[in-house]
Structure formats: structure tokens, C-alpha cells
């Protein structure tokens, strides 16, 4: 059987931010067989520019955390 991969992408590098969503995901993965949660840890000094990239070129992440420099521009553009 093939696993669906949910990639969710944002900027929060601290600890908690980052276990709460683990927990969440673990969560969901238990509800939702066959699926697999993956958070990508991207530092906000290099967020925005990150996001652009991947939405450019098609390889953006299943959900993207909105806000440090995703500005109106960039969520008319891409979203």
C-alpha cells in the first residue's frame, strides 16, 4: 500500500511550536492510515524567499504557514 506524504511548511523553530505539531501530526497519522505528516522547519530570515522558490517551482509544500514576508504580493501571485 502507498502512503500519502503531507508536507506542512513554517517558520516556528522553537521547541514547543515544533512538538505540538509532531503531536498533532502523530495524531492525524493514527485517525488517517496510510498517511504520513512531515513538518519542514524553515528559518524565518530566509522564509519568504524559501516559500517563492518552491512555489515557483512546483515543489511548495501541502500547507505553508502564511506571514513573515509572504506579503498580499506574493499570496496574490502564488495562492
Excluded at 27 to 49: D, I, K, L, S, W
Aim: proline residues 6%; without cysteine; positive net charge.
Amino acid at each position: 500500500p502507498s502512503v500519502r506524504v503531507i508536507r506542512i511548511a513554517h517558520w516556528q523553530l522553537e521547541d514547543g511550536a515544533s512538538r505540538a505539531i509532531d503531536a498533532v501530526a502523530r495524531e492525524y497519522e493514527r485517525r488517517h492510515p496510510g498517511v504520513r505528516v512531515e513538518q519542514m522547519r524553515v528559518p524565518e530570515r530566509v522564509y519568504p524567499n524559501w516559500v517563492t522558490t518552491q512555489l515557483v517551482g512546483g515543489t511548495a509544500p501541502d500547507l505553508i504557514q502564511i506571514g513573515k514576508g509572504i506579503d498580499s504580493e506574493r499570496t496574490a501571485r502564488y495562492f
